[in-house]
């Protein structure tokens, strides 16, 4: 992506003033036939690449704009500024390597993991919890710690019925984020384990206890667990149907549906695919 803008008096305003509201400005100060200007150059493009959709990279032409340098303050070039919401918040002047400028500015820039995490946010809050779970899943693969993507994406697992790995992930929240989402993430896990109590499941546990062979059971059994939001549990049921009898009833169909409803990258979505593939081929 070309994230790059030459600033003059016409655009200073909308770059420097107004779009650093809303993204972080890399302002980047040269001068034609300046030796370090341009060794610095292709380093600030690198940098400026790498952040993509999250930084503006903006060039100011010293001996062309002198006076926007000077508005700046700049003495010496190369100087490169961070600019957020129309103030200063970083820079340097003189040679830097990429390593250093990425350490350095890396800390007022937004990482992957926010954007996902806003977008799935989003996704929530519109009720779409399956797609909001795949970006969450990836943000947490970027970054494990962070509590606010883990109780989002314990959330989005209640609601797609996977309450196991819910309180797995909840363990591991700390006491100072046991917020009003915590808790109320917990009243859920707690409504859905009432539900696979119900009077129809409890019945037909006993059944099957009682008639373990019975594959007719089985799918019921497991079709209940998946309405309970007990989706491992289902899962694990009817493929030990398929083992025993791969063509009974709508066993198969019904076990590639409650696997396709699992959003993507759902550890369970691959692990029991493997397993009717295995079966079927």
């Known amino acids: 992506m070309n994230n790059a803008v030459n600033i003059t008096p016409e655009n200073f305003q909308q770059v420097i ?38 930084l503006i990279h903006a060039r100011v032409d010293c001996q062309q704009q002198q006076e926007i340098a000077g508005q700046f303050g700049v003495q010496n070039l190369p100087t490169v500024i961070l600019v957020k919401e129309g103030q200063p918040l970083d820079g340097f002047a003189g040679m830097q390597t990429e390593e250093q400028i990425i350490a350095a500015f890396e ?9 996902l995490y806003e977008q799935a946010v989003e996704l929530v ?12 899943k ?13 109780l989002l994406l314990a959330d989005c697992q209640i609601e797609l019925g996977q309450i196991k790995p819910a309180k797995e992930l909840l363990a591991t929240i700390g006491l100072v984020d046991q917020d009003a ?56 049921l009817i493929v ?13 169909k019904l076990t ?15 692990k029991y695919r493997r397993k009717v593939y295995s079966l079927l081929y």
């Open 17 to 54: 003033l107004q779009d650093s509201q809303t993204q972080v400005v890399m302002v980047e100060f040269w001068a034609e036939g300046y030796e370090p200007s341009q060794q610095l150059a292709p380093i600030i493009a690198n940098v400026a690449a790498k952040f993509g959709d999250n």
């Open 181 to 236: 989402l915590y808790n109320s993430i917990m009243g859920k896990i707690e409504l859905a384990e009432q539900a696979a109590e119900s009077p129809e499941i409890k019945a037909l546990q006993a059944e099957l206890a009682a008639n373990p062979d019975d594959l007719a059971l089985k799918v019921k059994l497991a079709v209940q667990l998946h309405q309970a939001n007990q989706t491992e549990e289902a899962l694990e």
């Open 138 to 150: 990836q943000a947490y693969d970027m970054n494990a710690q962070r509590a606010d993507i883990k």
């Open 240 to 252: 030990s149907v398929l083992i025993q009898d791969l063509n009974f009833g709508e066993a198969k």
């Open 107 to 115: 800390k007022h820039l937004p990482k992957p993991e926010d954007t």
């Open 125 to 136: 809050s519109a009720g779409d919890y399956q797609q909001a779970y795949t970006l969450l």
């Open 256 to 270: 590639l549906d409650m696997i396709n409803a699992l959003p993507d990258g759902d550890p369970l979505k691959s």
